[in-house]
């Protein structure tokens, strides 16, 4: 059975430093990995997806099969990027997504 | 396009009520789910649905029914409900196949007494 497993519950820097959320799995097939981010008050939304290479609001993954890690960076963080981070795994078929716990993050002034 | 839509917002329930959920999308999405999301422990999988007709359980399915009458709703049932249901649950929908960004509701906030 799949699994995603992210470390920190809660992660707190101030603005300009970078940032990184981690993100570990488990899954025996060849995964997709995604982030979704949830800003207050507003609907979970899809920020990146690790087969598409793309930076997003300058946001970066790299997903890591021999770590089978996933960990979402920026170099620069800034306020507007406080919020849930979740990562989240789809298998090989199928639409099904296993998500993980969540990530709080907090960028102080 | 209004999206994926649920009702209510807000709900506060006694222990044993039962209720539905309602979940709306006008995408034409033939993938249909629900999680409920509580602190600490992510979202988690409920029903999950591939089309009309066609359902089937996730991670914590017990307590709750669902059914797929049409491709643009999924209403969740919840039979008796108990204070471990309390949570925020949310809907969400995507093309099926090689599509991979499923689209979320606003979410529905749960309190059971």
């Known amino acids: 059975a799949q699994r995603v497993t992210q470390p920190e519950k809660l992660l707190s820097v101030f603005k300009g430093a970078p940032v990184e959320l981690k993100c570990n799995y488990s899954?025996?097939?060849?995964?997709?990995l995604f982030w979704y981010v949830q800003y207050s008050r507003q609907r979970l939304q899809l920020l990146l997806r690790?087969?598409s290479r793309e930076s997003i609001k300058g946001f970066t993954a790299d997903l890591n099969k021999g770590e089978t890690s996933f960990h979402l960076k920026k170099p620069f963080a800034q306020e507007e990027d406080s919020a849930m981070y979740y990562c989240?795994?789809?298998?090989?078929?199928?639409?099904?997504?296993?998500f993980g716990e969540g990530t709080q993050l907090t960028v102080n002034p | 396009n209004a999206g994926v839509t649920q009702t209510p917002k807000f709900q506060v329930l006694k222990t044993g009520q039962s209720m539905t959920l309602q979940c709306a999308q006008d995408?034409?999405?033939?993938?249909m789910s629900w999680y409920r999301q509580d602190p600490g422990m992510g979202l988690r999988l409920i029903h999950y649905?591939?089309?009309?007709?066609?359902?089937d359980q996730g991670e914590v399915p017990n307590g709750y029914n669902v059914s797929r009458s049409t491709t643009e709703d999924f209403p969740l049932r919840l039979l008796s409900a108990a204070p471990s249901q309390t949570s925020v649950y949310f809907c969400?929908?995507?093309?099926?196949?090689?599509?991979?960004?499923?689209?979320f509701g606003p979410g529905t906030r749960l309190t059971v007494t």
């Open positions: 969400a929908s995507s093309f099926g196949g090689s599509s991979y960004e499923q689209y």
């Open positions: 899954y025996s097939g060849s995964p997709e």
């Open positions: 690790h087969i």
């Open positions: 989240a795994l789809r298998q090989t078929s199928g639409s099904r997504l296993t």
């Open positions: 995408m034409n999405h033939e993938y």
């Open positions: 649905s591939v089309g009309a007709g066609i359902t």
